[in-house]
């Protein structure tokens, strides 16, 4: 067969189908009712439309000036059983979970609020919640939060999502075992894209039964650059094994020449209870050696508990203000020192603060500050002056509500700001490390009457280590 005869063929073929197409679709189409047809004398560009209750609709060019028949006045709630209807009815996967689609609806809702920390908690992810308050889970070990509009290297597209990343291994957990770093970006647990992944959501999905494998994809920064396109990243797919992780939230150490160096990591319902103790210690000095000066250090301290936060405040503020909130009616309500607990500590003292300190971190801190009960020292917090309640739902999950700002005593608002240090000390790698870099040293030479509030540092890579 030449060429030509094929090149015959085929148009015989194709015209064959054609023709039978159209007789198929001429037969079926006289079953349905004419305002159901493609329109005979319209444009072939005519919008085809189905409506949610299944049919057919086929609109002119001059039917869309006008025509289109809708109620202006429909419930907003309405039109959300409409959408739900016609995706169980249209969609082209036949198992719709409603019980998926409700949630995303919830968190549609709350994200059009434009807070990202009002939110909805599944009934997993607020017993996850509830528990990790008590002070112990299994887990990885690592404190975790969000970033907003992330991007990095390819792998992790889509860029311009939110990404959860690690604040900060616990010591001596599976996270830290792994060598997982603070500043580590999750994209993906276990498989699964973390892109848009809310927190709660994050921790659910890590978290389970003790001694089972979850596989963690982390993209770490390698250097930085004002140029994107020269930063580098390693991906990294790194497997762990849950453990039970049993968070004391204080941690009380002693440096050369009786300074105390008292570690506050979060804000949890052992929190109060474990910090009275410790600042009793620092009372009474390290073996008989009277305290020189206290090192309040809550770097990396997400927060928590508001009346947790309330609570080491009174230890060292015996009356008056500890915070003060201001609720969406514009009054403001102040949250005292708590009688009984003030400890009229006779020492010079300092706080430490990052940019991860946040929430109550950031209450305490300014506090402190504005009553001149103590020196803050390293970088501006990351400001979060939000108070959120937990509103239990019947399903067993929960809303996080934004409810009101906190202001300082002094009613500075932080929001976007944070706390401002008295002395800036950025932090080095020794820092970021162990905690033990030129922040910590900062501190140190200031209670030994080596620096001023008024000194300010850079720190750099050869920075002294604290021992």
Do not use: C
């Not at 997400?302 to 009356?319: C, E, H, K, M, Y």
């Not at 504005?370 to 020196?375: E, I, P, Q, Y």
């Not at 399903?395 to 929001?415: E, H, R, W």
């Amino acid at each position: 067969m030449n060429f030509k005869t094929r090149g015959l063929n085929v148009a015989l073929v194709a015209l064959g189908l054609s023709a039978a197409f159209g007789a198929g679709y001429s037969t079926r189409a006289s079953q349905y009712p004419s305002q159901w047809r493609w329109p005979e004398q319209s444009s072939a560009r005519a919008p085809l439309t189905r409506t949610a209750d299944g049919n057919f609709m086929a609109q002119n060019a001059a039917a869309q000036k006008g025509a289109r028949s809708y109620k202006p006045d429909l419930k907003p709630y309405e039109t959300l059983d409409e959408v739900r209807r016609a995706i169980k009815e249209n969609f082209v996967q036949t198992k719709v979970d409603d019980t998926e689609i409700t949630y995303g609806a919830i968190r549609g809702m709350l994200r059009a609020l434009g807070d990202r920390f009002t939110r909805y908690m599944t009934p997993q992810d607020y017993n996850e919640f509830l528990v990790s308050n008590k002070g112990e889970f299994t887990g990885i070990g690592a404190r975790i939060d969000v970033k907003d509009e992330y991007s990095g290297s390819p792998q992790a597209k889509p860029w311009g999502a939110s990404r959860p990343f690690i604040v900060e291994p616990i010591a001596g957990g599976p996270a830290a075992r792994a060598g997982i770093k603070r500043g580590d970006v999750i994209l993906a647990i276990d498989g699964r894209s973390t892109a848009d992944m809310s927190e709660d959501a994050t921790v659910s999905y890590i978290r389970g039964t003790r001694g089972t494998p979850v596989t963690l994809k982390i993209e770490r920064k390698l250097n930085t650059s004002k140029n994107p396109k020269d930063i580098k990243y390693d991906v990294l797919d790194i497997q762990l094994k849950r453990d039970l992780i049993e968070m004391h939230p204080v941690t009380l150490e002693w440096l050369p020449g009786g300074i105390a160096w008292l570690k506050l990591e979060e804000f949890n319902e052992k929190t109060d209870n474990e910090f009275g103790a410790a600042l009793k210690k620092v009372a009474a000095g390290n073996g008989g050696t009277p305290s020189k000066g206290l090192i309040l250090d809550m770097r990396s301290n997400p927060g928590g508990l508001l009346n947790a936060a309330v609570d080491v405040g009174s230890r060292f503020i015996q009356t008056g203000p500890i915070v003060i909130t201001r609720e969406r009616s514009g009054q403001e309500r102040p949250y005292n020192a708590e009688k009984g607990r003030f400890m009229n500590l006779k020492m010079p003292v300092t706080v430490l603060v990052d940019r991860y300190s946040a929430s109550a971190a950031e209450i305490v801190a300014g506090a402190l500050k504005d009553k001149n009960k103590a020196t803050i020292i390293g970088e501006p917090s990351f400001g979060k002056a939000s108070v959120q309640v937990l509103v239990d739902l019947k399903n067993g999950g929960a809303l996080v509500i934004t409810t009101a700002k906190y202001l300082t005593p002094s009613k500075q608002d932080i929001s976007d700001k944070g706390i401002a240090p008295d002395i800036v000390v950025q932090s080095s790698e020794e820092d970021e490390k162990s905690g033990r870099g030129a922040v910590l040293q900062k501190a140190v030479d200031f209670l030994n009457g080596k620096t001023t509030t008024t000194d300010a540092m850079t720190a750099k890579s050869d920075a002294r280590r604290v021992e």
